[in-house]
């Protein structure tokens, strides 16, 4: 059973956010960094700059050998405020994009029977006998993807530090730790994963692209004090960090937090089948603040409430360089990203707010 530590934060006040960082990683065995290569990752919509200052100044203070920090930059620059904090922290940002790439091989998927089949040689022997049968093909051994590519930044590290911003997002369930992984790997693997999609694989291909870094990740940090779940500003306010060695069980407190049940998250069940870590929230231990606080306070907007404050977050385009924009619409998994009478809008009804085109030009694409 793997821990989360769950910490109230109400702002981004740096002595704030040290003081819930302290408390979060107080378990974490701050040895393990001293004279280590450390490489920090982060994805799109960016955590704030508090939370990533915190996590380089945890770093140094342990004794990190050397810190990057890395991010898929698509169209755009490095947002004005992470670079001149990377500038003032003296430590280097590596654009994943123009960096070089290492192939990895995706290694054959456990087979390991999952925990609830145990139960069937009980309660079902014939359902039990059939698992054993398709276990004995090998099927669940086979991969999705032939291989991937991860940058050579992460590979060359001797860890690896996710600081993901909570955000949900309906294409993969949930904009966690585990989805980040996609803005990893170059546009082809990337596109390769969205393929499996439509064989219902697309689970078994993000976790391919996980499997290989998954030993690496020293812990991972959720900046949850201002979340992306809604166009609304109270909505969001979480007020909370999340801090783990374990990746799915990350993303699986954030999941139950924001309104999910862990299991439906097709990544957090997976993978907790495959032994990749926690992704169930019954298998995660918690500690630090009332984790039933923060989700009587987030009671408005769960999903399960048919609650009208719940609206639909699409983005709004702020630019007329249609040249990017006819770019970024190539990417589009939906082609929400429409011309009308000369002028590119996003088509509400085909949105399926993955937030793709956020990523990819965030100077012109907004979540307001
Ligand atoms: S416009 Fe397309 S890329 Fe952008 S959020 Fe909507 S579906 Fe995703």
């Given at each position: ?356 085109c956020v990523q990819l030009a965030p100077d012109i694409f907004k979540i307001k």
């Amino acid at each position: 059973m793997n821990s989360v530590g769950i910490i109230r934060c109400n702002s981004y006040d740096e002595k704030e956010v040290e003081e819930a960082f302290n408390r979060a990683s107080a378990p974490f065995d701050r040895e393990r960094i001293k004279g280590k290569k450390v490489a920090v990752y982060f994805d799109f919509p960016s955590p704030d700059t508090a939370i990533l200052k915190e996590v380089i100044d945890f770093l140094k203070e342990n004794g990190a050998k050397e810190i990057k920090v890395g991010a898929s930059l698509f169209t755009t620059g490095l947002p004005k405020n992470i670079d001149n904090l990377l500038k003032k922290e003296n430590v280097q940002f590596v654009d994943f994009r123009n960096s070089s790439y290492e192939r990895l091989d995706v290694p054959r998927r456990n087979a390991k029977m999952p925990n609830h089949f145990r139960g069937y040689a009980l309660l079902s022997p014939v359902k039990y006998a059939e698992q054993r049968k398709i276990d004995k093909l090998g099927v669940k051994a086979k991969r999705v993807l032939k291989y991937s590519f991860l940058p050579t930044t992460l590979t060359d590290a001797d860890y690896i530090v996710p600081v993901i911003k909570m955000k949900d997002s309906p294409v993969t369930k949930i904009g966690g730790v585990i989805a980040s992984t996609l803005s990893l790997v170059p546009t082809m693997t990337r596109n390769q994963v969205f393929i499996n999609k439509f064989k219902f694989q697309f689970w078994d291909a993000l976790l391919e692209i996980y499997t290989p870094i998954k030993d690496k990740i020293l812990f991972g940090v959720i900046d949850g004090v201002n979340a992306i779940i809604s166009n609304d500003a109270d909505i969001n306010r979480m007020n909370v960090i999340l801090f783990s060695e374990d990746p799915l069980a990350l993303d699986s407190v954030t999941s139950v937090l924001i309104g999910y049940r862990s299991r439906e998250v097709g990544s957090n069940k997976k993978g907790d089948d495959m032994g990749l870590g926690s992704g169930l929230f019954i298998h995660v231990a918690m500690y630090g603040d009332n984790f039933l606080e923060f989700r009587k306070e987030a009671k408005k907007y769960l999903r399960y409430r048919t609650d009208k404050a719940i609206r639909k977050v699409i983005p709004s385009i702020n630019s007329v360089d249609d040249s990017i924009i006819d770019r970024v619409s190539n990417f589009c998994p939906t082609g929400a990203i429409v011309k009308e009478n000369g002028n590119y809008k996003i088509d509400r009804m085909k949105c399926i707010s993955c937030f793709f085109c956020v990523q990819l030009a965030p100077d012109i694409f907004k979540i307001k």
